[in-house]
């Protein structure tokens, strides 16, 4: 079975989109494990679709964002991220 080791940057984007997007226990236990350098995720475990579930809510909110207001260049820069993330999750994302 493969395993996803999220970098610094990634943790910090599944960070914001796990405190958004994910509600109490689950969300603390989330936030505890992405705090730990060395947290790797087995694909396909629970923990795994639910960081899935996170990142693509927060990608389809940033998209959203991006359309309020398509002058601001911190979204565009953001929403990159985040798209790239949510492909490691799922290849086909689109």
């Given at each position: 079975?493969?395993?996803?080791?999220?970098?610094?940057?990634?943790?910090?984007?599944?960070?914001?989109?796990?405190?958004?997007?994910?509600?109490?226990?689950?969300?603390?236990?989330?936030?505890?494990?992405?705090?730990?350098?060395?947290?790797?995720?087995?694909?396909?475990?629970?923990?795994w679709n639910k960081l899935k579930f996170c990142i693509e809510q927060y990608h389809l909110h940033m998209?959203?964002?991006?359309?309020?207001?398509?002058?601001?260049?911190?979204?565009?820069?953001?929403?990159?991220?985040?798209?790239?993330?949510?492909?490691?999750?799922?290849?086909?994302?689109?």
């Amino acid at each position: 079975m493969s395993l996803f080791k999220p970098t610094s940057e990634e943790r910090a984007t599944l960070k914001k989109a796990v405190g958004k997007f994910a509600h109490d226990p689950i969300k603390s236990h989330l936030l505890s494990h992405l705090d730990l350098e060395d947290t790797e995720y087995s694909i396909g475990s629970e923990e795994w679709n639910k960081l899935k579930f996170c990142i693509e809510q927060y990608h389809l909110h940033m998209q959203v964002e991006l359309r309020r207001d398509p002058a601001k260049k911190a979204i565009k820069t953001q929403l990159g991220q985040v798209d790239a993330l949510a492909r490691k999750f799922h290849p086909n994302f689109s």
